[in-house]
Nanobody, 126 residues
Framework: QVQLVESGGGLVQAGGSLKLSCAAS????????MGWFRQAPGLEREFVVG????????DVADSVKGRFTISRDITKNTVFLQMNRLNPADTAVYYC???????????????????WGQGTQVTVSS
């Protein structure tokens, strides 16, 4: 069973950048489809960006397209979320997730993921 720990959240001004990390243990990130989700107060958890287990397929939510990217470092067993040109609407708790799949696909739905981190708060001030 893989454990996921997010880090890198914090307070940033609008227009700024943050890079979140998701460190995995008990399993390798290359064995899972990985994803980042976020949840703002009073709203449902929403898909942000996903990466297939093979690493060659990426899907990005329209709301962050062109601003957010996902990557991974297999040697560090870590997945990253680079967030640029942040705005107050990006304020949320960000979660890392892993889905165990034998096929190389990106998972967009939160119900498709098997393991979740505890989340890290990102706050963007105007």
């Amino acid at each position: 069973q893989v454990q996921l720990v997010e880090s890198g959240g914090g307070l940033v001004q609008a227009g700024g950048s943050l890079k979140l990390s998701c460190a995995a243990s008990g399993g390798t990130v290359s064995s899972y489809a990985m994803g980042w989700f976020r949840q703002a107060p009073g709203l449902e958890r929403e898909f942000v960006v996903g990466l297939s287990r093979g690493g060659g397929k990426i899907d990005v939510a329209d709301s962050v397209k062109g601003r957010f990217t996902i990557s991974r470092d297999i040697t560090k067993n870590t997945v990253f979320l680079q967030m640029n040109r942040l705005n107050p609407a990006d304020t949320a708790v960000y979660y890392c997730a892993a889905g165990l799949r034998t096929i190389d696909v990106v998972l967009r739905h939160f119900g498709s993921y098997d393991y979740w981190g505890q989340g890290t708060q990102v706050t963007v001030s105007s």
